[in-house]
T-cell receptor, first 114, second 110 residues
Framework: SAVISQKPSRDICQRGTSLTIQCQVD?????MFWYRQQPGQSLTLIAT?????????ESGFVIDKFPISRPNLTFSTLTVSNMSPEDSSIYLC???????????FGSGTRLTVV | GQQVMQIPQYQHVQEGEDFTTYCNSS?????IQWYKQRPGGHPVFLIQ?????EVKKQKRLTFQFGEAKKNSSLHITATQTTDVGTYFC??????????FGGGTRLMVKP
């Protein structure tokens, strides 16, 4: 099965700065998903990233704050822009294995904004 | 929008006791998935249920999908310390979006 690599695994950032998270899959996948998970909480979908088109954002998330790139079928990035302490969370990328399979998740990026 | 509720939020059990977590959706689901997230880890896919009334087993884990395809359960028989983690259900609607439940955190006392 496909493997997904996510980096960085963690970072501590100053407020007002931006952080770009990268996810690399070892095979081509059609859709990639970006989630946020507050400690001890469930997963909230930020956006769906398709290659060759703009990402589709869920309610409460906007492109200016969370720009996403999907330059090809194996790679995607999520940028957390103009960070504030409220952005401190775990960010996870994932992809689906089609309608008969589950999602595979990256190992996550633990972001702390100070 | 679609909501997926999961109970209980936490469960402490003695090693060897059984454990069950329940998942309820506000809408009829096309399928439901279950994930396990170990402390400090990422969610790992366990299983997908598609058919009404479906029951699947993985060793000590039994997964059920309700007849109305709006609820599901995960039952673990004779828990072990390796079962520790948070179990999430995730329901997929006709719109193909996956919505995660709040999760049940299982703690096992040796």
């Amino acid at each position: 099965s496909a493997v997904i690599s996510q980096k960085p695994s963690r970072d501590i950032c100053q407020r007002g700065t931006s952080l770009t998270i990268q996810c690399q899959v070892d095979s081509q996948v059609t859709m990639m998903f970006w989630y946020r998970q507050q400690p001890g909480q469930s997963l909230t979908l930020i956006a769906t990233a398709n290659q060759g088109s703009e990402a589709t954002y869920e309610s409460g998330f906007v492109i200016d704050k969370f720009p996403i790139s999907r330059p090809n079928l194996t790679f995607s990035t999520l940028t957390v822009s103009n960070m504030s302490p409220e952005d401190s969370s775990i960010y996870l990328c994932s992809f689906g294995t089609g309608p008969t399979g589950g999602y595979t998740f990256g190992s996550g990026t633990r972001l702390t904004v100070v | 929008g679609q909501q997926v509720m999961q109970i209980p939020q936490y469960q402490h059990v003695q090693e060897g006791e059984d454990f069950t977590t329940y998942c309820n959706s506000s809408t009829t689901l096309s399928n439901i998935q279950w994930y396990k997230q170990r402390p400090g880890g990422h969610p790992v896919f366990l299983i997908q249920l598609v058919k009404s009334g479906e029951v699947k087993k993985q060793k000590r884990l039994t997964f059920q999908f309700g007849e109305a395809k709006k609820n599901s359960s995960l039952h673990i028989t004779a828990t072990q310390t390796t079962d520790v983690g948070t179990y999430f259900c995730a329901g997929r609607s006709a719109g193909n979006m996956l919505t995660f439940g709040g999760g049940t955190r299982l703690m096992v006392k040796p």
